[in-house]
């Protein structure tokens, strides 16, 4: 049941941010909103693990609980009431998601995250057998890892403000090339820290440009395209995590920093391929049209 408030707020959380700034700042604000699960996670992982430790796991659930009511009365008091233009129809939603460039932006983001969760979801073993850390670092590590995809997700929200798509492809291929460097650096501790700090700020500077990519593709019916978009990289999630532990099972772990760097370069083959068929289509013109019209259809009162 938790899981499905996932997408839905991300989503909707995104659309809504979009709506409350100016267009020149409507990546950072999509980064913004993305941050706050990134920053979750840095201090949600090891303060939830804490409090079940001390006072059991019930206690866990019950502070998320009372975070969700103050998060609840912040909206409340907070978030403008947002007035529709028009409503879009529940075919008109639909058609927007399954226009061929909304689906090519969205199968380069399950890409995207396939590449990090073929490595992140098996980072733990990587670092202790190869690297050589033991297991009571690896947490610590991991804590430097959350910080690197805030940083990124926050540089990602301005790189798309200024340009989206060559933004994107440059950091598609950054991350091929970090995830390639990872199979040789992981043999070295200070190294292996070095570029996993590199690689969030890689992985994670794709997300903002994406889902504002795909807002903007459907302007005129963005929400479910926008709660789409989530599906699709959760979708990337289980895919990179399954493929990755084919690949264990036939290469063993030194294998994977490869798989994630192949899937990284698709994504990056992928954003190339949309790039070519805005400018045959004149897409890349009427884009800023498509940002400003979000806006114009949905004003906060």
Same mark, same amino acid.
Do not use: C, H
């Given at each position: 049941m938790t899981a499905l408030a996932h997408g839905t707020f991300l989503g909707s959380g995104t659309l809504i941010a979009t709506h409350l700034v100016p267009t020149h700042k409507k990546g950072s604000a999509v980064a913004l909103v993305l941050a706050g699960l990134t920053i979750a996670n840095i201090v949600g992982v090891p303060f939830g693990t804490f409090i079940g430790q001390e006072f059991g796991w019930r206690a866990s659930f019950g502070v998320i609980t009372v975070l969700g009511i103050i998060a609840l009365a912040g909206i409340w008091k907070n978030i403008p009431v947002i007035t529709e233009s028009y409503n879009?129809?529940? !075919? #008109?939603?639909?058609?927007?998601? +399954?226009?061929? #460039? *909304?689906l090519l932006m969205l199968i380069t983001g399950l890409f995207g995250c396939a590449s990090l969760f073929a490595l992140f979801t098996y980072i733990s073993p990587v670092l202790q057998e190869i690297s050589g850390f033991q297991e009571q670092?690896?947490?610590w590590i991991l804590v430097i890892f959350g910080i690197s995809v805030t940083i990124g997700n926050?540089?990602?929200g301005k790189?798309?403000?200024?340009?989206?798509?060559? %933004?994107?492809? +440059?950091? /598609?291929a950054i991350l091929s090339i970090v995830l390639a460097a990872f199979s040789v650096t992981l043999h070295n501790p200070t190294l292996a820290i070095a570029t996993l700090f590199i690689w969030g700020? %890689?992985?994670?500077?794709? !997300?903002?440009?994406?889902q504002l990519r795909t807002m903007t593709l459907a302007s005129e019916a963005p929400m479910? *395209? %926008?709660?789409?978009n989530h599906s699709f990289l959760n979708i990337g999630? %289980? /895919?990179?995590?399954?493929?990755?532990?084919?690949?264990i099972t036939h290469s063993g772990l030194g294998g994977l920093p490869w798989l994630a760097a192949v899937l990284a370069l698709i994504g990056f083959l992928l954003v190339i391929v949309i790039i070519l068929t805005d400018k045959k289509s004149g897409h890349i013109q009427v884009d800023q049209k498509n940002i400003t019209s979000i806006t114009k259809h949905s004003q906060p009162n």
């Open positions: 879009a129809s529940v !075919m #008109q939603e639909i058609k927007a998601v +399954v226009r061929p #460039q *909304v670092n690896v947490t926050l540089i990602g790189l798309a403000d200024w340009k989206l798509l060559p %933004a994107l492809m +440059v950091n /598609f700020i %890689a992985a994670f500077s794709i !997300m903002p440009g994406i479910l *395209v %926008a709660t789409s999630n %289980a /895919f990179g995590a399954y493929i990755g532990g084919v690949v």
